[in-house]
């Protein structure tokens, strides 16, 4: 999901990043749509973004750990920036464990209840 800042640049994947800049991932953005197309930017966010390498470690690190990941996909890019010190790979966070799993365990629960 690209988000068009209004000077044109590009964050991909989470809105809230825009805005922000970091000592290791600059401000974040992939390029701009000034310079390049907004296709282009998208075809070739991996390569150009640094920080969604790193995301992707912390995703499949949920992956392997959560038993909500089925469920989350273990998405939510700056709530993992913000809530890790500044870091990508890390896992659970006071949002997912709010938004994801606690709404997991309650649906799962309301479920189970009716079931009987
Ligand atoms: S609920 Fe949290 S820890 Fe689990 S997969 Fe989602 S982001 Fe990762």
Aim: glycine share 10%; with cysteine; charged share 20%.
């Amino acid at each position: 999901m690209p988000t068009v800042a209004h000077d044109g640049g590009v964050v991909m994947l989470s809105p809230e990043l825009a805005g922000f800049t970091d000592a290791r991932f600059g401000d974040f953005t992939t390029g701009n749509v000034l310079k390049d197309g907004l296709d282009v930017l998208v075809a070739e966010a991996e390569e150009r973004t640094s920080w969604i390498t790193e995301f992707w470690q912390g995703v499949d690190a949920c992956r392997a750990t959560c038993p909500a990941f089925a469920f989350c996909g273990g998405a939510h890019a700056a709530n993992r920036y913000f809530e890790h010190a500044g870091r990508f790979d890390g896992t659970r966070t006071r949002y997912c464990t709010t938004a994801k799993i606690a709404l997991l365990e309650g649906v799962t629960r309301h479920v189970r209840s009716h079931a009987r």
